[in-house]
Antibody, heavy 123, light 110 residues
């Protein structure tokens, strides 16, 4: 069974940093691209970032470029999102999500999602 | 990257069919057959309903179907059921190698 277990959310002051983790099991982690998707309270889904299975390809949404860094440890089956210079409009539930098809990036949908981690940026 | 355009809400009675549209540009929806659809019930995690415009993942009901014409993709739900009441999101791959979601559509089953 595919499982994505998230951790690391919480309350942080504007300008602060936070790291989210997503520990996965039940599939060959290194063969799948992984994304982060966020959802502000009462709002829609917003794609944040993607990292290929080998970590050789990484892309970000313009709204987080230069502030967020995605990474993965294929030996530990963990995906990370390092968030720096956080702003109030980064407040959201952050989901990790698995591409549904091996090797490709972002083209075939996300078939498994983490449970979500709430990040609140407020003083 | 601007969000794809979806109607804010749609409604239908049990047994009826409804269609949700998703309009983008030639840089996303119109440029690739890489449109996906998700269903999200209140306070739940999104569920993949459709990918590559019209492909259903295993386990998704055949009452859900997808199509695309030009810069607009559509999700049709036939034989509407009470359990279909949820928020629906489209997404598309873009020329920037990124992903863009639609703003979401709230489906109400009357």
């Amino acid at each position: 069974e595919v499982q994505l277990e998230q951790s690391g959310g919480g309350l942080v002051q504007p300008g602060g940093s936070l790291r989210l983790s997503c520990a996965v099991s039940g599939f060959s982690f290194r063969n799948f691209a992984m994304s982060w998707v966020r959802q502000a309270p009462g709002k829609g889904l917003e794609w944040v970032s993607v990292i290929s299975g080998s970590a050789g390809l990484i892309y970000y949404a313009d709204s987080v470029k230069g502030r967020f860094t995605v990474s993965r440890d294929n030996s530990k089956n963990i995906l990370y999102l390092q968030m720096n210079s956080l702003r109030a409009d980064d407040t959201a539930v952050y989901y990790c999500a698995k591409d549904s098809v091996k090797i490709v990036l972002l083209t075939a949908g996300f078939d498994s999602w983490g449970q979500g981690a709430l990040v609140t940026v407020s003083s | 990257q601007s969000a794809l355009t979806q109607p804010a809400s749609v409604s239908g009675s049990p047994g009826q069919s409804i269609t949700i549209s998703c309009t983008g540009t030639s840089s996303d929806v119109g440029g690739y057959n890489y449109v996906s659809w998700y269903q999200q019930h209140t306070d739940k995690v999104p569920k993949l309903l459709m990918y590559d415009v019209d492909k259903r993942p295993s386990g998704v009901s055949s009452r859900f179907s997808g199509s695309k014409s030009g810069n607009t993709a559509s999700l049709t739900i036939s034989g509407l059921q009470a359990e279909d009441e949820a928020d629906y999101y489209c997404s598309s791959y873009t020329t920037s190698s990124t992903l863009v979601f639609g703003g979401g559509t709230k489906l109400t089953v009357l």
